[in-house]
């Protein structure tokens, strides 16, 4: 499984960004594709992640209700729409996939990351 994070960027308080994940490889559907991020000097943290078993969806505390992520199978893509950003959310974001079973996909080992796309959230 290879995967591609793109849409990063520097944006003000309060703006939007997209952030996508191209995935490619075999059997795509089955796996949960999950965003997590990490700041300089902070552990990383699990965004969200979309389920491939049953499209569940999980998101962690700090961007709920403000983040949303997406699937399309068909095009083997992720988005993750981030909106009213803050400073707090600047950090490098990762695209991650794993076969793995379970009810929170934040919670799995994943396997497979992507490069990371670097979001700066300033003024």
């Known amino acids: 499984v290879q995967l591609q994070a793109s849409g990063g960027g520097l944006v003000q308080p309060g703006g939007s960004l997209t952030l996508s994940c191209a995935a490619s490889?075999?059997?795509?559907?089955?796996?949960?594709i999950g965003w997590f991020r990490q700041a300089p000097g902070k552990e990383r943290e699990g965004v969200s992640c979309?389920?491939?078993?049953?499209?569940?969806?999980y998101y962690g505390d700090s961007v709920k209700g403000r983040f949303t992520i997406s699937r399309d199978n068909a095009k083997n893509t992720v988005t993750l729409q981030m909106n009213n950003l803050k400073p707090e959310d600047t950090a490098i974001y990762y695209c991650?996939?794993?076969?793995?079973?379970?009810?929170?996909?934040?919670?799995?080992?994943?396997?497979?990351w992507g490069q990371g796309t670097q979001v700066t959230v300033s003024s």
């Open positions: 490889g075999y059997g795509l559907v089955y796996y949960a």
């Open positions: 991650t996939a794993d076969g793995g079973y379970g009810t929170n996909c934040l919670h799995y080992q994943y396997e497979f």
């Open positions: 979309i389920k491939g078993s049953d499209g569940n969806i």
